[in-house]
């Protein structure tokens, strides 16, 4: 099986070739910079240990990618550092430097919750010495409960989450909030341990086949009803944020067939120096607006997937804007005075509202 769990990556080890980040090869052909290299310790540290296992695109100026942090809100996220064809690798790392969050003997073709996904980030990697030291390169890039994060529902009072209106959305929130608070008591956790590695798990990890036969990853495409799903965390590659509508590159899976398994990005258009790499969310490939507030704890600006979400949401959705508690003008009006969670509900309903076509 080609995806390491708390053991360490099988593959051989090279040398180190310690190049530092930042700067870029060439100015032509990019676009005006927007961000400033992330030249932390820890940031370092992860591009020198996904160096010493033959990671590719990342590391040195020319490399191709670096870490950034977006001038106008600081967030965290990924830019190319050369221009790239559509259809061209911009990264890869190996696939047993993916630290795997589903045990593959017990994974079916159901995806297990995040809230499993969080139990077991802790128990294989966090609260486990030598995992954890195996792993710190990674697991010290990863945002802390002390440090500001966008709250998923998960953080939310039940009386916010009953703001969201939309009945599946509220039951699913409410669930796995219930869900976090009985695997915290039933595994001996502390909820907000469980609460916030949950919160790592939902907003960081993809999902991706394996075949039942072999345990090898499935290419994309070919995925049979008896494969397993499995939830990885992909160093690295999960510093790179979301776009709805723009996103330029996606995760694309290299020799899935063979023990010696990549994890790449690919560029899904062409990508000027300079420019964020942004994927689409979801194991599917669309999110929508609901979605992404639900695992990743943002609403985005736009979405063009919400207007067939609204139509498409069945009995458990608001059927039409008569459905809702508030007009878009009252929303208007209690985002003037919103604070904290309530921002992204109100985001969220406002987005919705606006989205749901009124034939
Ligand atoms: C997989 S991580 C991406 C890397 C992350 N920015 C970091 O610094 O580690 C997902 C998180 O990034 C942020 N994010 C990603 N895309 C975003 C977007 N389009 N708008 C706002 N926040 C975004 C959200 O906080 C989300 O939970």
Redesign the pocket.
């Known amino acids: 099986f080609a995806v390491s769990s708390s053991q360490s990556p099988k593959r051989k080890q090279i040398t180190n070739q310690g190049k530092a980040a930042g700067g870029f090869a060439k100015q032509n052909d990019s676009v005006p910079i927007t961000h400033t290299a992330d030249t932390s310790p820890s940031t370092q540290n992860l591009l020198n240990f996904l160096l010493q296992w033959n990671s590719e695109g990342l590391g040195a100026s020319d490399s191709g990618t670096e870490v950034g942090f977006d001038t106008t809100n600081n967030?965290?996220?990924l830019y190319a550092t050369k221009s790239f064809k559509k259809g061209e690798i911009l990264c890869k790392i190996p696939s047993d430097v993916a630290l795997a969050l589903t045990d593959p003997s017990t994974a079916s073709g159901e995806q297990e919750s995040v809230v499993d996904g969080g139990v077991n980030f802790l128990e294989w990697y966090v609260n486990k010495a030598d995992a954890r030291g195996m792993w710190s390169a990674y697991l010290d890039t990863l945002?802390t409960r002390d440090a500001y994060?966008?709250p998923t529902p998960d953080f939310y009072y039940d009386a916010e989450i009953d703001e969201l209106e939309l009945p599946m959305i509220v039951k699913a929130a409410k669930e796995r909030k219930q869900q976090i608070s009985e695997l915290s008591q039933s595994k001996n956790i502390p909820f907000d341990e469980l609460q916030f590695a949950t919160w790592l798990v939902a907003?960081?990890s993809f999902t991706i086949k394996i075949s039942v036969d072999d345990s090898k990853l499935v290419r994309e495409g070919a995925v049979s009803t008896t494969d397993k799903a499995i939830r990885v965390l992909l160093p690295y590659l999960?510093?790179?944020?979301?776009?709805s509508d723009n996103a330029n590159a996606e995760l694309h899976l290299v020799d899935p067939e063979k023990d010696d398994a990549w994890f790449a990005i690919r560029a899904t258009r062409p990508i000027k120096a300079g420019k964020e790499i942004?994927i689409s969310y979801g194991a599917s490939g669309v999110e929508t607006s609901a979605g992404l507030l639900m695992n990743?704890?943002?609403v985005?600006d736009e979405n063009k997937i919400d207007a067939m979400f609204m139509k498409k949401g069945g009995d458990d959705c608001i059927a039409s804007l008569d459905g809702w508690k508030t007009t878009l003008e009252e929303d208007e009006a209690l985002m003037a005075a919103a604070a904290g969670n309530m921002l992204n509900v109100l985001k969220l309903r406002m987005k919705l509202k606006k989205a749901y076509p009124s034939d």
């Open positions: 967030i965290r996220g945002p994060f966008d907003s960081r999960d510093m790179i944020n979301h776009s942004t990743y704890g943002f985005p």
